[in-house]
């Protein structure tokens, strides 16, 4: 009985399967274990932060374990020390509260006053006589025969004193204190843990994920601690700038307690999104209560907006750069996603963890796909995009991704590097039978367009050249041919546009004016070269007669072929350019420009064959 095959859709449809079962798993073993995950990711998260503390105590020869130990002692009297700095602040607070009674009295009475003569007014008598009506006239039950309860039936009220064990009364009162107390006291032995493990946990993973490949994964962990690393001690850097500028604030504002506010503001700036508006509420709601009018109110929202915008939209990402490595997107919906599992503990840990995800799929190829998805690297090169465009026949966003490329690259590299790039892969489509003769078009015009943006842009090598031509090199001595198609074509109105900027005469002549029926009535007058434009290798048949003819045309006249498919791996296809019969082949703008080039300052002799410089085919 013959092996039974299965369908390669079939197998595809059962790998998704699969990797979507995976994902599930993955996830209901975040949910479930998250009293076990949240205190080990939190210990991991602040092992990186203490790692730099160690490595420096055990550069000062106070050993390993000393060292780690001296860390989480200075982490838990700082823990320490924050707690009892903000209890003494609330607690000072606490006692002011009923000084700012009469304030907080006197604005509730002037916005019920204000409510009571305007809309809100209105809209409540709107409600009542609306509700009158649906009752027929009646808003409250009436007596009725019967023994029925009426609203003046007097109810009789009981007094019970509750007795309250004492071990109940404590444990109503230290029981909320009991978990956090107990979550942070589990960190802190996961942390010292993890720092006193630390090689031998490194060793361990490497040998569990990469053992087949050891130095992709020592490079994937140490990317992920360097840049995670880098990002806690700039956040923490960025976040302590920010708690002194809103504590001066609110200080010169006015707002008691202001250094209290001041260090909320620098630990709630680490939760993403949410932190800094709940930091605000507690000197927004203090400045209501201090201060007879609303002023003080206004300049607090000046201060968090101000301060919060200029660090969040200019200093953040000055500083940060590429140190982080997710997407927009990707922070948004990781702080979504690990907020759902985690709670507030997964909003903390949302950004860390996903950097840390980024990393591995940027060097493990089975997780590519998170790399892909979370991280800051476009989606697709430039000579896709650029594809994509052109597909869309949307030459202004072509031009607008050039502009961005034209930054810190010459023209003539764009043009060799991604447009001449974007059409080798509509070539490709072409071949596979999926681009059709009117998006090949489309194409074409798109490249227009695009050149046509672009006219204003000067390549740097141009001004050097101009001087050196001779002045009837300024009209159209160079005849580039399109190979086949409007692609073929494309790809020879980018050779020609980088001529004219180089002051050479050039102009476009499709396949079918060279073709055999009416080569001879092809205008050849004062042509000194000729190119032909081809954007694959293919078979050379069309170009080999396509040569012949001009040949035939043209015998005085060099001929060059470039092929700007071949690229780097043209070996394997001398055989075939040889048989071209062309005078040159080059594979690339830069080198078609440098032998047009070398024509002209020659007064347009032929080249001899086989003197092409490095980089060029030789025939």
Known sequence: MADLKIPPAADSLTNKFMTAVIFAVVVAGLYVGRPVLMPLSLAVLLSFALAPLVAMLRHMRLGHVPSVLLSLVVALVLIAAIGTFVGSQFAGLAGDLPSYQNNISRKILSIRGTASGGTFSRLNRTIEVIGEQINGGRDRPST???????????????????????????????????????LVALVLVFVGFILLQKDDLRDRFVRLAGSGDMQRTTVALDEAANRLSRYLFLQTAINACFGIIIGAGLWVIGIPNAGLWGLIGMLFRFVPYV???????????????????????????????????TIGQMVEPFVYGRSMGLSAVAVVVAAVFWTWLWGPVGLLLSTPLTMCFVVLGRHIESLKFLDV??????????????????LADNPDDAAQDAEEFLREHSLSAYYDEVAAKALVLAQADVNRGVLDPTRQTRIRDAIKGLIENLSDREDPGAARALGDLPSTWRHTPVMCVAGRGPL??????????????????????????????????????????????????????NARYQVRRLRKRMPDVPVMAIFWGIGSDASRYLDSVEATECDVVTTGLKETMHHVLAFARRGAAPKPAREAPQGVLQI
């Open 144 to 182: 009725v025969p019967g023994g029925v309860i009426t609203e003046d039936t007097p109810v009789p009220v009981v007094v019970q004193r509750e007795t309250v064990a004492p071990w109940t009364l404590a444990g109503d009162v230290l029981g909320p204190l009991l978990e956090p107390l107990g």
């Open 275 to 309: 932190g800094v508006p709940i930091a605000f509420l507690f000197p927004a709601v203090l400045a209501v209560a201090v201060d007879p009018g609303w002023s003080m109110l206004a300049w607090v929202m000046v201060l968090f907006g101000g301060v919060e915008a």
């Open 373 to 390: 998805m979370l991280g800051d690297q476009p989606a697709l090169s430039m000579e896709e995009s650029l594809y994509l465009r052109m």
């Open 488 to 541: 073929d074509e494309a790809a020879a109105l980018l050779l020609v546009d980088m001529l004219k900027k180089y002051g050479i005469g050039a102009r476009v002549v499709s396949s079918d004016e060279t073709s055999a029926a009416q080569i001879n009535t092809l205008n050849v007058d004062d042509v000194c070269v000729a190119c032909v434009s081809y954007l694959e290798p293919g078979t050379y048949k």
